[in-house]
């Protein structure tokens, strides 16, 4: 019964979404209060239907009910309880009904917490939100249900979760990276109840740029996990393989950060009015295309479509109506939208834009090297890869010129600045920056090396031209602590972003020039040295989990003769798939991490293992500065023009 009343709740919350795409829309148009009045309680309804659909998900998962053939496909009587509850996303079927309640939460937020926009702004807002749900919603319903049944007869047990997915990153990944991939849906409705309405101005920007900047940091958030979860579960020792579901994450938040950007130059000075209403098409239109493509089963093999034609006819449908839709909108609309504002050759307004294109042309790349080799499959040219090797050559360098000018940015006054303010601003930056760069090779490593030259460099300039923004703050004042509260947290916010990017550059330089592996065959008493540390192998043992088997060793780690850490990595089969997992263990530290993975018995008594042991110095940097990154996204909705209710125009 249970799951009936979820599909039941499904098909309630569809026909609100009906209501809601066309009724506040039709009233917006004939300027009509009453129907326009509606879209909040229409909101709302639709956020209690799929709020009770998804906790009669959650359920079924809690009570272990095979009967439910979603449930019976990804759970298991023995599977812990947080695996049970997280698995209800675990699956295509579960992470759509997430991606539209979570759709319905974002839809909920807007309608409570932008009191201060016009009503018929808003009304068209909720609307092509509306629209957005429709899609998702006849999705699942038609296609994807969660709760169909297995019956006259269902299996005793289930077939269990995805043993790769048994960990915490489960419970916080997902549901992370799709409050930034959904996020993107308010900047996006934003931009079409705009072009609509043919209110593209400074009011405009400001009431979608808290929404835009909350959905970048919680992607970028998602990312940051994600990054993470792979690194110490997948036991490779890598961070980033540039794998097509971690490119379709990507991509949204290369454009939501270039989105981000314009949004500002938009609020501030009346720029780039139309260019921004394209990024925000562009960045849920990315992040559509990233959660179908995942979801669908096409990165993984071009013939998903033909295996399911229903499904992906679906999906192709979908994309076209909403990309399409939106772009031809954009057609018509934006040759009408027209910015006052002019500003100089040499001005923030010039070096915000020259980022943007760097960083939708990044995105482009990123696109490309996903796609071609599924396009060129379907059109029987044959299977081909598309790797790392790939994306370095071609992120890399535009990454680096990216953030040469992100850092000249900071300094550089907004509509005009003299040749001679910009060198006289910068020279001292630039050339320390290039100093230390060089410097820094020889005091770390082993010598020079022109990538931790170029790395640290970047990182340098990066982090100077922020500080030196920061102090130039208080050039005319001697008042330190009153000019310290006057700055508003959107500005700390900045900061804190830019200071993180500044971080991530020092982790990505360091842990890929002067990483260290060793591969080796380990009895017990067996001792390697790798970069200073001695690892002593003492044997493994046989320990049982809730629902596998594990093979645990045991390293003791030694430096200068004193034990500095015992790590137990394993090598697990879980009981119901018969698969086998490996499970790394990690000594941590702010400067470097010693991995430790479980490789395959060598020999049938097996004594002997293969063990891989890795050096990775300074890669937490990467999570450290996607976290500032992430908290500086937040700190900027703290600001005092949106803390009560964002859209409010003052300050």
């Known amino acids: 019964m249970i799951p009936e009343i979820g599909e039941f709740s499904l098909i309630i919350a569809l026909c609100l979404s009906v209501i809601l795409a066309i009724i506040p829309m039709y009233g917006a148009t004939v300027n009509n209060s009453l129907w326009m009045s509606f879209a909040r309680p229409l909101a709302r309804g639709q956020f209690c239907f799929m709020l009770i659909s998804f906790l009669c998900l959650t359920y079924a998962f809690a009570i272990d009910d095979f009967s439910v053939a979603y449930v019976a496909n990804h759970s298991n009587s023995k599977l812990p309880i947080q695996f049970k509850l997280s698995a209800v996303w675990g699956g295509h079927e579960g992470s759509l009904l997430l991606w539209g309640f979570i759709l319905s939460s974002w839809t909920l937020a807007v309608s409570i917490f932008s009191k201060s926009i016009p009503l018929d702004m808003l009304a068209r807002v909720l609307s092509v939100m509306g629209m957005i749900a429709i899609g998702f919603l006849a999705f699942m319903l038609f296609t994807s249900s969660p709760f169909g049944r297995y019956l006259p007869s269902f299996p005793a047990d289930g077939a269990d979760l995805n043993p790769l997915l048994q960990d915490f990153g489960l419970i916080v990944h997902p549901p992370m990276l799709y409050m930034g991939y959904v996020g993107f849906s308010v900047a996006f409705a934003f931009a079409i109840a705009a072009l609509l309405s043919g209110r593209l101005d400074a009011?405009?920007?400001?009431?979608?740029?808290?929404?835009?900047?909350?959905?970048?940091?919680?992607?970028?958030?998602?990312?940051?996990?994600?990054?993470?979860?792979?690194?110490?579960?997948?036991?490779?020792?890598?961070?980033?393989?540039?794998?097509?579901?971690?490119?379709?994450?990507?991509?949204?938040?290369?454009?939501?950060?270039?989105?981000?950007?314009?949004?500002?130059?938009?609020?501030?000075?009346g720029v780039f009015k139309s260019w921004t209403v394209l990024l925000a098409i562009f960045a849920f239109s990315l992040s559509l295309l990233g959660t179908f493509l995942v979801r669908s089963g096409v990165l993984t093999s071009v013939h998903a479509f033909a295996s399911d034609p229903e499904r992906g006819l679906f999906i192709l449908i979908l994309l076209i109506i909403s990309i399409g839709g939106s772009l031809t909108l954009y057609a018509f609309k934006a040759p009408n939208v027209k910015s006052s504002a002019q500003f100089a050759l040499f001005s923030r307004e010039t070096l915000v834009l020259i980022n943007n294109v760097f960083l939708t042309v990044m995105a482009m790349t990123v696109l490309l090297g996903t796609l071609y080799p599924l396009l060129l499959d379907a059109l029987g040219g044959g299977k081909i890869s598309v790797g790392p090797p790939y994306f370095n050559a071609v992120f890399v360098p535009i990454m680096s010129c990216m953030a040469i000018f992100m850092g000249a940015s900071m300094s550089i006054r907004w509509r005009q600045t003299t040749t001679k303010n910009i060198l006289q601003t910068l020279w001292k930056p630039f050339i320390g920056s290039l100093i230390i760069g060089v410097i820094f090779p020889f005091v770390y490593g082993n010598g020079f090396d022109s990538k931790v030259f170029l790395g640290i460099s970047i990182s340098c300039w990066v982090l100077s031209t922020t500080m030196l923004e920061f102090v130039q703050k208080f050039r005319h004042s001697s008042k330190y602590l009153t000019r310290l509260r006057k700055l508003s947290l959107s500005y700390y916010g900045m900061m804190l972003a830019h200071l993180g990017v500044a971080v991530v550059a020092v982790g990505i330089t360091l842990v890929s020039v002067y990483s260290e592996e060793r591969d080796m065959r380990m009895q017990a008493g067996d001792k390697v040295e790798l970069s200073g540390y001695q690892f002593e192998f003492q044997g493994t043992k046989i320990v049982e989990g809730a629902n596998y088997k594990a093979d645990q060793g045991t390293l003791v780690v030694s430096s200068n003769g004193q034990q500095i850490a015992v790590l137990k990595p394993e090598k697990r089969q879980y009981t119901v798939k018969k698969s086998m997992m490996t499970e790394a263990d990690i000594d941590p530290n702010l400067w470097r991490d010693l991995y430790v993975a479980l490789g395959e018995p060598l020999d049938e008594a097996g004594t002997a293992w293969a063990v891989r042991i890795h050096y990775k110095p300074f890669v937490r940097w990467l999570w450290l500065g996607g976290l500032l990154m992430t908290l500086g996204g937040l700190l900027t909705v703290a600001d005092k023009r949106y803390r009560h209710k964002f859209g409010v125009q003052n300050g």
């Open 203 to 269: 009011a405009w920007a400001r009431w979608s740029r808290p929404w835009t900047n909350v959905a970048w940091a919680f992607l970028g958030g998602g990312i940051t996990l994600g990054s993470w979860w792979a690194y110490y579960e997948l036991g490779w020792g890598g961070w980033w393989f540039w794998d097509p579901v971690e490119n379709a994450s990507l991509m949204p938040w290369l454009v939501g950060t270039a989105l981000v950007h314009s949004l500002a130059a938009t609020e501030k000075r």
